[in-house]
């Protein structure tokens, strides 16, 4: 038996519904090689909102418990898929976002990411990707001056 939240029953109105949307996922990574984060952009397309968080959380709580041979074919391929590519284009991209006087809350919101992926792409990761000392130097500038535009969102009530 699975271990279901009631979040998880807020996007699926059964277990079954929930296995069958794990073993939807396990296709996609293995014939398709997506990423949780793809794959979750590929649902929200077809109309269900499901985070790459939870995603991943599927994947790696729940497909054991249903085909554990499944979950090691799966995570095999699962965490050879995100490229640095990918990250260096995302990063870039909030980074022109802040550069633009957008916040990290309105830039997640923009390119459909978590609050704290952009956070950590435009604190950390962008150090590591961006060389030019000037962009950065720009950059944490720009933070700093919009530091409680960038606060950590408040969790909207229900």
Known sequence: MLNIT?????IFNTTEELEEFIL?????VQKYEMSSRKISKYYLEKGTK???????RYLK???????????????EKRFSTATAE???QR??????????????????????ENYYT???????KAEAYIKDESVLARLNNNLFLNRTANLIPKKKAK
């Open 118 to 124: 952009v956070y950590d792409d435009i604190s950390v």
């Open 61 to 75: 709580e729940f497909l054991p418990q249903m085909d554990s041979e499944l979950f090691l074919q799966v995570n």
């Open 24 to 28: 939807e996922c396990t296709i996609l």
């Open 50 to 56: 499901v985070s790459h968080v939870t995603i991943s």
């Open 86 to 88: 990918e990250i260096k």
């Open 6 to 10: 009631e979040k998880d029953l807020k």
């Open 91 to 112: 990063v870039s991209k909030a980074v022109s976002l802040v550069f633009e006087g957008y916040t990290i809350e309105q830039i997640a919101e923009l390119l459909g």
